[in-house]
């Protein structure tokens, strides 16, 4: 086990190596190779989820033992890592919005926090998660009246249904799915 443990710590290695340096060339006009590592060691070192969410060691972890069966995808990744760490600074680094919102969520529903649903971007993407969602998530997940009282706008979600301050505060006085996540 500690061998295999070695080895994968050597492919991350070796797989952020040489993904960096394809990016970072077509980057850099120059075509120095120095300089071309140096820059891509910089950005990586700024965020260092650039290297790992892009290795190709990564991409084979994620595809067979984190998420078995779906295809790798780079938000995916950084959210996991987001989600894990319950960084929102990370959510940012997501390209795609639903993937992108749904990290501000799950981070505020994991930490009881309502306030990180005010630094939720806003979306026009329909498949995007809304500060409502956010705000439902915190309450339902823990039971938190506080969040119920923050919602002031009505949605109405396929599965849930109608997401409002009312409709929050019964679900809570009923006790339905409190203590689950909802995203």
Not at 32 to 51: G, Q, R, Y
Not at 122 to 134: F, H, I, V
Not at 146 to 160: D, G, L
Not at 167 to 176: D, F, V
């Amino acid at each position: 086990m500690k061998r295999l443990s070695r080895i994968l710590i050597l492919l991350l290695f070796l797989s952020a190596v040489l993904a960096a340096v394809p990016a970072a060339s077509a980057s850099s006009g120059d075509g120095d190779p120095i300089s071309t590592v140096i820059d891509s060691t910089t950005a990586e070192l700024n965020n260092p989820l650039l290297s790992s969410c892009s290795s190709p060691a990564w991409k084979l972890i994620y595809t067979n033992f984190v998420s078995p069966g779906e295809d790798f995808n780079a938000d995916h990744c950084i959210q996991f890592v987001a989600v894990r760490t319950a960084d929102t600074s990370l959510c940012s680094g997501i390209q795609r919005d639903p993937p992108k919102t749904k990290c501000f969520a799950m981070i505020a529903g994991n930490t009881n926090d309502p306030s990180v649903c005010d630094s939720m971007p806003s979306s026009s993407d329909p498949q995007a998660y809304l500060k409502t969602d956010c705000l439902w998530e915190v309450a339902i997940k823990n039971d938190n009246k506080a969040a119920c009282n923050a919602i002031n706008r009505k949605i109405s979600r396929m599965i849930i249904g109608e997401m409002s301050k009312q409709t929050c505060l019964a679900r809570l006085a009923s006790g339905q799915g409190v203590g689950e996540t909802t995203l």
